[in-house]
């Protein structure tokens, strides 16, 4: 599933974690890029020690958004990068390493914290095996998608782009299983605002919590 969350993060929160980022020494991306993807990683990151509060930020706004944990059920957001492009910088077409650590990788995340009226080129492809789509979202917005899609970064043109891209282990391993649950959960939530707890109600709770049972890794 691909959704976005428009504003996880404040106006206020995002600026001020832009203006930490500006003034931070960063260094280079290729380290954390898989053999091939290093040939096609041209961006910067943030050095580990000093990524590690914002890092915590992001992780908290994400385990509090009822959207991320209905759609994503995160086991572990294992890792966040804090990513910065210049002008001449952009990251080919890749898929994102499986393992990270001894985490699985099973959902990726773009947090975007750069105005996009602030740089030119950026934007986020994902390549389907038909069509391609393009996201360059707002300040403080989130892109989640499919850790197992192709994607790219286009070259930036003309000012900063700062992201924080991140990677989730889910309690549900296969995206039909986590889409079933979702929506079974989206349906009884609705059900419940409209009707209350009825014997409807009670029956879709017990196949939510069996199914979890039996899917859960
Ligand atoms: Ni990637």
């Not at 954390?32 to 908290?60: C, D, F, M, S």
């Not at 790219?152 to 989730?168: F, I, K, P, S």
Request: hydrophobic content about 45%; aromatic content about 8%.
């Amino acid at each position: 599933m691909l959704f976005r969350i428009p504003a996880l993060l404040s106006a206020q929160t995002c600026a001020e974690m832009v203006a930490q980022l500006e003034a931070a020494s960063f260094v280079e991306g290729k380290t954390t890029a898989g053999w091939y993807a290093k040939q096609v990683k041209h961006n910067q990151q943030l050095a580990p020690a000093e990524a590690a509060p914002l890092r915590q930020q992001i992780v908290e706004a994400l385990n509090r958004h009822p959207l991320f944990q209905a759609a994503v059920r995160p086991k572990r957001i294992h890792t966040v990068l804090l990513s910065r492009y210049d002008p001449g910088m952009a990251y080919g077409t890749h898929a994102d390493n499986a393992l990270m650590g001894q985490w699985r990788s099973d959902i990726s995340f773009t947090v975007f914290l750069s105005s996009p009226q602030t740089y030119a080129g950026g934007e986020l492809v994902i390549e389907g095996a038909d069509d391609e789509q393009t996201y360059k979202l707002a300040a403080g917005s989130v892109l989640v998608y499919p850790a197992s899609a192709l994607h790219r970064v286009n070259e930036v043109t003309q000012g900063v782009r700062l992201v924080a891209v991140g990677w989730v282990q889910s309690w549900i391993r296969d995206p039909a299983q986590r889409e079933l649950l979702f929506d079974l959960d989206t349906a009884r939530r609705s059900l419940f605002a409209k009707q209350g707890k009825t014997d409807e109600f009670d029956l879709i709770s017990k196949s939510v919590a069996n199914l979890l049972r039996r899917w859960v890794d």
